[in-house]
């Protein structure tokens, strides 16, 4: 659930990058995945050797 929980990427190089819950525009987990594909310049060919976690968030406002 993009609302609820976040993702964290890493690749073999050890480059990684993470997306927040709660984006707006941002409503399934297939758009947080290409938007840190996109971001960490991560081609198609690189997608198997891909370490990914979750994780959940809590908004205090």
Do not use: A
């Amino acid at each position: 659930k993009p609302q609820k929980h976040g993702l964290i990427l890493k690749d073999k190089s050890g480059v990684s990058g993470f997306i927040m819950p709660g984006i707006k525009g941002i409503k399934t987990v297939n758009k947080q995945i290409e938007t840190l594909k996109t971001e960490n310049k991560i081609s198609e060919k690189e997608i198997k050797n891909l370490e990914l976690w979750y994780f959940k968030s809590t908004r205090y406002d």
